[in-house]
């Protein structure tokens, strides 16, 4: 695995390192021991994963708030996602900063994302699916979210998004 950091502290794009024969290919997803010699967090307390049958559907941007901060690992499995990372770390000096990449199954680029950012995707592909591996368990009380359009942080999508919860389009603007 190959740890590519960005211009967001603690925020990394994981590259696989396929071993390829005539079987194809072989490649590690996730190791604990090369997620703690990066110093990222080697919890994981669930994986989950997300389809999206439409071309344009935007989910985000979310996170969960302490005491249950969670740090995320996501890939495209299926299709293509623009995705994306927001710092909401007070003390960071990327704080309301914004970090964009394609993440495609051909690709196979993962992003870990570190506790304090917000994250979401704007599907690329009809019948996109997003696999999450997740350092902390879902608690709805921590759940929180920004608005994807929000003005404080002005997030250039690469086109507007045709489907979206009612619940991601209505978070207050940014404090």
């Known amino acids: 695995m190959i740890f590519e950091k960005?211009?967001?502290?603690?925020?990394?794009?994981?590259?696989?390192?396929?071993?390829v024969d005539e079987r194809g290919f072989f490649a590690r997803a996730w190791c604990r021991q090369e997620y703690a010699k990066e110093g990222l967090?080697?919890?994981?307390?669930?994986?989950?994963f997300s389809g999206n049958p439409k071309?344009?559907?935007?989910?985000?941007?979310?996170?969960?708030?302490?005491p249950h901060a969670e740090a995320k690992?996501?890939?495209c499995i299926r299709?293509?996602?623009f995705d994306v990372v927001l710092d909401l770390r007070p003390q960071s000096h990327t704080f309301?900063?914004?970090?964009?990449?394609?993440?495609?199954a051909a690709n196979r680029d993962m992003?870990?994302?570190?506790?304090?950012?917000?994250?979401?995707?704007?599907?690329l592909e009809d019948d996109t699916e997003v696999l999450y591996q997740i350092s902390e368990f879902y608690h709805p009380e921590s759940a929180r979210g920004v608005r994807w359009s929000d003005p404080a942080f002005q997030i250039a999508w690469p086109a507007p998004p045709e489907v979206i919860s009612e619940r991601d389009q209505t978070y207050p603007d940014f404090q």
């Open 79 to 81: 299709g293509a996602v």
């Open 111 to 123: 992003i870990y994302i570190p506790e304090g950012c917000a994250h979401g995707f704007l599907t």
């Open 6 to 19: 960005t211009i967001l502290p603690g925020v990394f794009i994981v590259h696989v390192e396929p071993k």
């Open 41 to 48: 967090n080697t919890e994981l307390a669930q994986c989950s």
């Open 73 to 75: 690992s996501v890939r």
């Open 96 to 104: 309301r900063k914004w970090l964009g990449l394609e993440l495609t």
């Open 55 to 66: 071309k344009g559907t935007l989910r985000g941007m979310h996170y969960q708030a302490a």
